[in-house]
């Protein structure tokens, strides 16, 4: 077979080979990433390497055969380059709201530094057992989890805790006897004061506190606990099935304990994440410079 364009058949395996390396590695971290923030960024810049292959293929079956290509491969390089683009541009208008810079005064980032804070969720609110996974990142954010479970491997969860109390009638350290609320009020309490606030509070035994306890004592012993929670500027988020309770317990309970925008705080909890990396590696750059000079 005569090969009419030997450099266009070089230029699209070298594109194809490195644009598929490309979407693999993207695509690796796109299956990596919990938080949806760089979870997307990934997912785009797959896609956008995915048209790049595709270019690439079409530059080689351009180069090797009389069929001419050139309409779709400018239109896969124009969709690749469109996405990257987009998904760049993002993360960019995401750094200009957070990072140093020339354009931001020094009080516009002071006031944002106290106001990350601010960001992080306080109060009571019910949760579905299976958004837990999904508040990683406020978890992260936070200076502390403590978790009250009949779990007993609590990594069954998908987060990660500081402290856990088993709900659980025997005697072994760690253990909580579920008719003993206010010895789990104590527990909790203790947790908040050591960690100076901000912390995660994770109810994961609902159904079992009701089943040695009556409905009225529970809610009782949840009312106090958000109120203290609330005092001390941290989240208590109360794991919930629906068909745990009948419809007046739960209207009652989601009255006091409203759902959980999980997305919503998740996707603050990531700016604020990526806030403080970018200004501690700020201040390291900066603590450098003044011990060069």
């Not at 896609?47 to 090797?64: E, M, Y």
């Not at 989890?145 to 805790?161: D, Q």
Request: glycine share 6%; net charge negative; with cysteine.
């Amino acid at each position: 077979m005569q090969v009419d364009d030997p450099l266009g058949i070089f230029a699209g395996i070298v594109v194809l080979i490195l644009s598929s390396y490309a979407t693999y590695r993207s695509y690796t971290f796109y299956r990596l990433f919990k938080m949806s923030l760089p979870k997307t960024f990934a997912f785009r810049v797959t896609i956008a390497f995915g048209f790049a292959v595709l270019g690439g293929i079409g530059v080689i079956i351009d180069s090797l055969t009389p069929v001419k290509l050139w309409m779709i491969m400018a239109a896969c390089f124009m969709a690749a380059l469109g996405v990257l683009m987009t998904a760049t541009f993002q993360y960019l208008k995401l750094f200009v709201q957070i990072a140093p810079g020339d354009h931001v005064e020094a009080t516009v980032l002071e006031s944002e530094t106290s106001e990350k804070n601010q960001n992080f969720p306080k109060g009571g609110f019910t949760i579905r057992r299976e958004h837990l996974e999904e508040i990683s990142p406020i978890c992260t954010g936070s200076n502390g989890v403590i978790l009250i479970s009949r779990a007993r491997n609590v990594k069954e969860l998908g987060i990660s805790v500081d402290k856990s109390l088993w709900l659980s009638r025997i005697e072994v350290p760690d253990a909580v006897d579920p008719t003993r609320l206010h010895v789990i009020m104590d527990e909790v309490l203790r947790f908040i004061r050591e960690r100076r606030g901000n912390v995660v509070v994770i109810l994961d035994g609902l159904e079992y506190l009701l089943l040695h306890n009556e409905f009225k004592s529970v809610m009782k012993f949840l009312a106090a606990l958000k109120d203290h929670v609330l005092l001390n500027n941290s989240l208590l988020l109360v794991a919930l099935e629906e068909k745990a309770l009948d419809r007046i317990e739960y209207s009652m309970l989601t009255k006091e304990f409203p759902p959980f925008e999980v997305k919503k705080f998740s996707k603050i909890a990531e700016k604020d994440a990526l806030f403080g990396a970018i200004k501690e590696e700020s201040d390291e750059r900066g603590g450098g410079e003044e011990e060069g000079s």
